[in-house]
C-alpha cells in the first residue's frame, strides 16, 4: 500500500510564500516522476510543475519564475517552493508520484489573499 500525504499549505497574503511538501510511503519501488497539481472551485485540475528522477523540470507558464520544484530521491520526498503568490493562485494542492502506476494525496488548501 502505497500512501501520499501532501502539507505545507495555508492562508498567506499576496506577495507572500508558501512551501509544500510532498511525502510518498509504503510499497514504492522506484518513483520515475513528481508532480504537483491544482484545482481552483468550478475549475479544472491543472498542471502546476514536474520534475523527474534526474531532475528535469517542467512549469506551468503562469507559474514559471515564481515557483520551483525540488525532490529528495532518497525520502521519497518533493516540493513546491511558491514564492511571489498571487490570489489567482488560491486552490487545492495535489501532489501526483509517478511509479508503476500513479498515486495521488488527498491534496493541501492554499490560499492567497489580495
Known amino acids: 500500500q502505497v500512501q501520499v500525504v501532501e502539507s505545507g499549505g495555508g492562508l498567506v497574503q499576496a506577495g507572500g510564500s508558501l512551501r509544500l511538501s510532498c511525502a510518498a510511503s509504503?510499497?514504492?519501488?522506484?518513483?520515475?516522476?513528481m508532480g504537483w497539481y491544482r484545482q481552483a472551485p468550478g475549475k479544472q485540475r491543472e498542471l502546476v510543475a514536474v520534475?523527474?528522477?534526474?531532475?528535469?523540470?517542467n512549469y506551468a507558464d503562469s507559474v514559471k519564475g515564481r515557483f520551483t520544484i525540488s525532490r529528495d530521491n532518497a525520502k521519497n520526498t518533493g516540493y513546491l517552493q511558491m514564492n511571489s503568490l498571487k490570489p489567482e493562485d488560491t486552490a487545492v494542492y495535489y501532489c501526483?508520484?509517478?511509479?508503476?502506476?500513479?498515486?495521488w494525496g488527498q491534496g493541501t488548501q492554499v490560499t492567497v489573499s489580495s
Open positions: 509504503g510499497s514504492i519501488f522506484s518513483i520515475n516522476a
Open positions: 520534475i523527474t528522477t534526474g531532475g528535469t523540470t
Open positions: 501526483r508520484v509517478i511509479s508503476t502506476r500513479d498515486y
